[in-house]
Every structure is written in C-alpha cells, then in structure tokens.
T-cell receptor, first 114, second 111 residues
C-alpha cells in the first residue's frame, strides 16, 4: 500500500512565523500535491509537483511556496503565517499525472495560526 | 470552470436503512470521477473511479453509478462503521493535472 506521511498532525504557530509542512511518500510517485481543506469549501489545490524541482500553482497559491528537492519529499512553506491560513493541510501523491490513477492522501496537518 | 456539488451536506440513517448520496458535476469533458471516504482526523481514502456514463462499481455495501451529469453512491443496509464523509471529485479532460472536489456528504449511521 502507498504510504504518504505528513510530519506533524497538529501545529500551532504565531502570525508572521515561517512554517514548514513536510510530506514523504514511499511509492516512487512522480506527482505530489498540497491541498487545504476547509468546512464547506472542499479540498482546494495549493501547489503540485510533477518532478523533482518542478512545481505548478494550483487554485490558491498566494501566501504559500513549495520545495521538492527529492522525489519522495514535498514541502509546503508558509512564508509569513496569517490567521486565514488556519486550516487542515493534506498532502497527496499520484502515480501518473496524465493518467487516471487515484490520489493517495496523508492524514493531514491541522495548522492553527494565532 | 469545473463545478462539483454534493448533496445532501449531511445524512443520518438508521442501521440497515439504505440511501443514496448525490454528486452532480459540470465539466467540459469528463475523464474520470472519483469517490473517496474520509474518517474524522484522517486523509481521504480512495473508493472508486468511474470513467463513462452507465458504468457501475461495487465494494461491500457501496455501489457507485455514473450518468452524464451526476454520480450516485448507493449505500445498502449501512452499518455504523460506514459513518464518514464521502467526497466526490472529477478530472476534466481539459485540465489533466487537477481534480475538482465537492464539499462532501457527512454520513452518520446510528445503531
């Protein structure tokens, strides 16, 4: 089974802090994704990566950046955390970007910015 | 712009009371529709992929169907362990990189 591991289940940060969310997958998937999940809004794509050092913006990239230095690891960075970034963050990986293989998700990081 | 609407937002059933969840979608061209189950405090877990109208897939008490405008997730004789949020997502043929998710249906099955 694919395993997607997010380094933290819960994080509490202060406004203005730089925040790193880490994600590792163990199935050699080329494609990795960061979503945020908010009540009533569903999952919204922040950024995705289809190869090492490659990235593309999703629907809501403002205030975020990403890093993919190794195939198995995809990091989400909040340059200066704000209270409206309080959310559940979900990392996912996928075998083929152009195909129809399903996304495999981690268990999420619940971030609170105070 | 792709849109996915799930209804109802929440559903409470008695154990054994069968029902259906709805996912209606608007896309320029459907490449595939996905169903996921999400338990509290966990990430979504993949259930099914449907590719074309008329297709059906089953897994235990769940059966997913697809038409040109919507998909249904039928739950037959549900048990309390079926309680979860069920998410629907579509892949548009014009946007191969992204899925568009609905907001989900929160299902509670009472013993």
């Amino acid at each position: 089974d694919v395993k997607v591991t997010q380094s933290s289940r819960y994080l509490v940060k202060r406004t203005g802090e730089k925040v790193f969310l880490e994600c590792v997958q163990d199935m050699d998937h080329e494609n990795m994704f960061w979503y945020r999940q908010d009540p009533g809004l569903g999952l919204r794509l922040i950024y995705f990566s289809y190869d090492v050092k490659m990235k593309e913006k999703g629907d809501i990239p403002e205030g975020y950046s990403v890093s993919r230095e190794k195939k198995e690891r995809f990091s989400l960075i909040l340059e200066s955390a704000s209270t409206n970034q309080t959310s559940m963050y979900l990392c996912a990986s996928r075998r083929r970007l152009e195909g129809l293989s399903p996304l495999h998700f981690g268990n999420g990081t619940r971030l609170t910015v105070t | 712009e792709d849109q996915v609407t799930q209804s109802p937002e929440a559903l409470r059933l008695q154990e054994g009371e069968s029902s259906s969840l709805n996912c209606s979608y608007t896309v320029s061209g459907l490449r595939g529709l996905f169903w996921y189950r999400q338990d509290p405090g966990k990430g979504p877990e993949f259930l099914f992929t449907l590719y074309s109208a008329g297709e059906e897939k089953e897994k235990e008490r769940l059966k997913a169907t697809l038409t040109k405008k919507e998909s249904f997730l039928h739950i037959t004789a549900p048990k309390p362990e079926d309680s979860a949020t069920y998410l629907c997502a579509v892949q548009d043929s014009g946007s191969a990189r992204q899925l568009t998710f609905g907001s989900g249906t929160q299902l509670t099955v009472l013993p």
